[in-house]
């Protein structure tokens, strides 16, 4: 069964850092590149960052760059994501999710729909 | 960055009942969009990807259509497990970008 397991998140607070895990099974891990997107509270789903399936390739959206940095253990089949410099507006659902084509390394196709997702793990953001 | 619109932002609706969910893109994106439902403490779930392509193990009661800027997703016979909230995703240019949501209850 093809799935992703989020960790990590936690209350935390302005200007400190985190880390986040996700736990990737039922599939070859190191074929796939993989997403992080968030949900804030009352919010729509907003793209983190992309990594590609050997982790040469990495994105960010303008609202995390030079802030957060994704990450990725394949022998651990393990995706990550450290965020440093926490604000209140990063206080959101974090669900990483996969790209749907193999051996994907540029927004060629980072841009396509994402064919699994994980639960979330829930960051807030507070002091 | 492809702005992207849904309509209505929530619908009231009842076991049996066809919904039907408007997505609209800022500019053309061909068929470049993905539909995707999010229930409560879940995973979202991948329904629809290049407009119009039921994906693997979801029900057939799940329909999209549409090209260009205009998008629709309709559920026919709407059953327990469809409420929730449903967005659409365009995957035309990086990076990509989902709708604000609609939701089912």
């Known amino acids: 069964q093809v799935q992703l397991v989020e960790s990590g998140g936690g209350v935390v607070q302005p200007g400190r850092s985190l880390r986040l895990s996700c736990a990737a099974s039922?599939?070859?891990?190191?074929?796939?590149?993989l997403h992080w997107v968030r949900q804030a509270p009352g919010k729509g789903l907003e793209w983190v960052a992309v990594i590609s399936y050997d982790g040469g390739n990495k994105m960010y959206a303008d609202s995390v760059e030079g802030r957060f940095t994704i990450s990725r253990d394949n022998s651990n089949s393990t995706l990550f994501l450290h965020m440093s410099s926490l604000t209140t507006e990063d206080t959101a659902v974090y669900h990483c999710?996969?790209?749907?084509?193999?051996?994907?390394?540029?927004?060629?196709?980072?841009?396509?729909?994402?064919?699994?997702w994980g639960k979330g793990t829930t960051v807030s953001v507070s002091s | 960055d492809i702005q992207m619109t849904q309509s209505p932002s929530s619908v009231s609706a009842s076991l049996g009942d066809r919904v039907t969910i408007t997505c609209r893109a800022s500019q053309g994106i061909s068929s470049w969009l993905a539909w995707y439902q999010h229930r409560p403490g879940k995973a979202p779930k991948l329904l629809i990807h290049a407009a119009s392509s039921l994906q693997s193990g979801v029900p057939s009661r799940f329909r999209g259509s549409g090209s260009g800027t205009d998008f629709t997703l309709t559920i026919s016979g709407l059953q327990p497990e469809d409420f929730g909230i449903y967005y659409c995703?365009?995957?035309?240019?990086?990076?990509?970008?989902f709708g604000p949501g609609t939701t089912v209850d």
């Open positions: 039922g599939f070859r891990f190191s074929d796939y590149g």
């Open positions: 999710a996969r790209v749907p084509a193999p051996y994907c390394t540029s927004v060629s196709c980072f841009r396509y729909y994402m064919d699994v």
């Open positions: 995703q365009q995957a035309d240019t990086f990076p990509p970008g």
